[in-house]
């Protein structure tokens, strides 16, 4: 049966309604990639277009790197930074520099201050003894040598050790 001609004809016949809607789709298939292949290549331009910019923003980019005007200036913050970055690289170094620096300041107040405090006390203790001679009678000091008044107003003079 499959290979009478009756059974061609009515098979022809019932597939030929078929064929039609497929070359139909097909068509409409091949619409649809003429339309993506339209997009397609407008995208590819847009693309091309956003390459050429890309290139010429590495380009730019590159001249830029070697015409900066600010490459002195942060060359100048660099070396500035310089000396902290020796601070965090050598903290032990820089608390020792701290310290001696901290304890000479201390040192150096205390000497100045004790030689105002002597100064002070020598003062003091000056005018102690002054008022302890003028007590005792003696009235002057002069080269190595004591006056002392009497109770009736005659002086001494005697050598001091």
């Known amino acids: ?11 022809e016949e019932k597939f030929e309604g078929l064929q039609t809607a497929q070359h139909a789709y097909f068509r409409e298939v091949h619409d649809r990639f003429d339309v993506i292949d339209k997009s397609n290549d407008i995208r590819n331009g ?3 277009k956003v390459e050429k910019s890309i290139d010429d923003l590495k380009e730019q980019d590159v001249k830029h790197v070697t015409n900066c005007p600010l490459v002195p200036k942060v ?14 690289k050598y903290p032990k170094i820089s608390i020792l520099i701290i310290t001696v620096a901290v304890l000479g ?7 100045i201050t004790n030689k105002e405090v002597n100064a ?13 001679r003028l007590m005792d009678g003696v009235s002057k000091e002069t080269r190595g040598y004591v006056k002392y008044r ?12």
């Open 75 to 88: 060359e100048g913050i660099e070396k500035d930074l310089m000396e902290y970055r020796m601070i965090r």
């Open 1 to 11: 049966m499959p290979y009478s001609k009756d059974y061609r004809l009515y098979l």
């Open 105 to 111: 300041s201390i040192f150096a107040f205390m000497k």
């Open 150 to 161: 009497d109770v009736k107003g005659f002086t001494d003079s005697v050598k001091v050790r």
């Open 120 to 132: 002070a006390v020598d003062m003091a203790t000056d005018e102690l003894t002054n008022e302890i």
């Open 46 to 48: 847009r693309l091309e």
